[in-house]
């Protein structure tokens, strides 16, 4: 099983900051995940990495940006945060081949903006 | 477009036996999932179907019926514990990419 992990885990930050959600794994995952998750709803993919320096926007369009510089690190930024943002930020990893699309979770960093 | 459907919520007794259905409409199909999210917690892994047919693994089995786009978990021997959310997600053509559905919310009792 991955080891994946996310920080912080909880985020109360005013309007108009600038914040990055950190993300790593330790099992060499070549493809990362973000996903957006509002209370009682279902996961949406918001970006996506199949290895270093490839990053792709998910089915849910987000304000936030993403980098992949190194495998083990995946990190997402809001510029500008704002309270349409507040919500919960899952990171997910698994390896390449379709026997191994599993993809592993980490405990998400849930993101309050005032 | 995907969709997918669960129950929104089953409540069941513990030690007994509780069957959470999921069916999905994706565009292709490459595998179904299920994980079991506890409040505040990440999701976890629990089960993989990609072809037709029963997945067991322990208490947990997990059913695939590709032609009906037809899926179920079945819990046997329920604990306390097992009261959690229980995701339905399928990887369509992007074959990267889960599509989750809402979640079953399980209450398990005494």
């Known amino acids: 099983e991955a080891d994946i992990y996310q920080t912080p885990r909880y985020l109360v930050i005013g309007t108009g900051k600038k914040i990055t959600l950190e993300c790593s794994q330790t099992m060499g995952h070549d493809k990362m995940y973000w996903y957006q998750q509002d209370p009682g709803m279902e996961l949406h993919l918001i970006h996506y990495?199949?290895?270093?320096?490839?990053?792709e926007k998910g089915d849910l369009s987000s304000e936030s940006t993403v980098s992949r510089i190194r495998t083990e690190h995946f990190p997402l930024t809001l510029e500008s945060a704002r309270p349409s943002h507040t919500s919960q930020y899952l990171c997910?990893?698994?390896?390449?081949?379709?026997?191994?699309?599993?993809?592993?979770f980490g405990a998400g960093t849930r993101l309050s903006v005032l | 477009g995907q969709n997918i459907d669960q129950p929104t919520e089953m409540t069941a007794t513990e030690g007994a036996i509780v069957q959470i259905n999921c069916t999905y409409q994706t565009s292709g199909f490459n595998g179904l999932f299920w994980y079991q999210q506890h409040a505040g917690e990440a999701p976890t892994f629990l089960s993989y179907?990609?072809?037709?047919g029963l997945e067991e693994k322990g208490r947990f089995s997990s059913f695939l019926s590709r032609s009906k786009g037809y899926s179920y978990l079945l819990l046997k021997e329920l604990q306390m514990k097992d009261s959690a959310s229980y995701l339905c997600a399928v990887i369509g053509n992007s074959g990267y990419a889960l599509n989750f559905g809402k979640g079953t919310s399980l209450l398990v009792t005494p």
């Open positions: 997910a990893s698994s390896e390449w081949g379709l026997e191994e699309n599993i993809q592993y």
């Open positions: 179907n990609v072809l037709d």
């Open positions: 990495s199949y290895g270093v320096n490839s990053t």
